[in-house]
């Protein structure tokens, strides 16, 4: 079993990032949205399967980096985590992005949108991409005409049928799941996003 995670100040974790950590951010997708580490994934700490779907993208053996709200979620994540085999938690941000911001450190930020926004935007925007996550079952009851089907787990591999330099509206049934591919693809260099 790997060491007790130990608080990072914000450039110390910017180093470990250099050096090829990941930083997973466990809070919901809205708090994630307002603004993150770049590169950080977002699997929200109440996401079902949250332990499974960060395994999904995390290669095995990076080390870690958590970003929660607070000690206990901390401790749910290095625990989940643990269990499906992702024991390279090394750290966490101690001030979150509180310091990391007071150090003039990058931010990224990913708009939240509703149905309703969207529904009038693909009026307004011809040129937005409605990439859809969910699984293929989901994807069969019913969705938007004209929208690309990446579910989560293919979401990066499939990463080329996105269209570059377009903007894109990326939903499934909660936002869970669409924040976590957000968060994936913006490592892949993809960037113009809505949650």
């Known amino acids: 079993r790997a060491a007790k995670p130990r608080p990072y100040i914000a450039r110390e974790a910017w180093?470990?990032?250099?050096?090829?950590?990941?930083?997973?951010?466990?809070?919901?997708?809205?708090?994630?949205?307002?603004?993150?580490?770049?590169g950080a994934l977002n699997v929200w700490i109440e996401s079902p399967q949250f332990a499974d779907r960060v395994s999904w993208f995390v290669p095995s053996g990076a080390p870690v980096l958590l970003v929660a709200q607070g000690p206990s979620d901390l401790e749910r994540a290095v625990q989940g985590l643990a269990r499906v085999g992702v024991?390279?938690?090394?750290?966490?941000?101690q001030w979150g992005l509180i310091e990391w911001r007071s150090e003039g450190l990058p931010v990224e930020t990913v708009p939240q949108i509703t149905v309703y926004?969207?529904?009038?935007?693909?009026?307004?925007?011809?040129?937005?991409?409605?990439v859809d996550v969910r699984e293929p079952f989901e994807w069969l009851e019913g969705h938007i005409e004209g929208a690309l089907h990446l579910p989560m787990r293919e979401a990066v591999d499939r990463r080329s049928e996105i269209p570059p330099d377009?903007?894109?509206?990326?939903l499934c049934a909660g936002g869970l799941r669409s924040s976590t591919?957000?968060?994936?693809?913006?490592?892949?260099?993809i960037?113009?996003?809505y949650n």
């Not at 470990?16 to 994630?32: E, I, L």
């Not at 377009?166 to 990326?170: C, T």
Request: aromatic residues 8%.
């Open 15 to 38: 180093d470990a990032m250099a050096d090829g950590a990941w930083v997973v951010d466990v809070r919901d997708p809205a708090t994630y949205g307002e603004g993150h580490v770049p």
């Open 191 to 193: 960037q113009t996003f």
């Open 87 to 93: 024991d390279e938690v090394v750290g966490f941000l």
């Open 181 to 189: 591919v957000i968060s994936a693809l913006k490592r892949q260099g």
């Open 166 to 170: 377009r903007p894109m509206a990326v």
């Open 117 to 130: 926004d969207l529904a009038s935007w693909l009026e307004e925007r011809p040129e937005l991409v409605v």
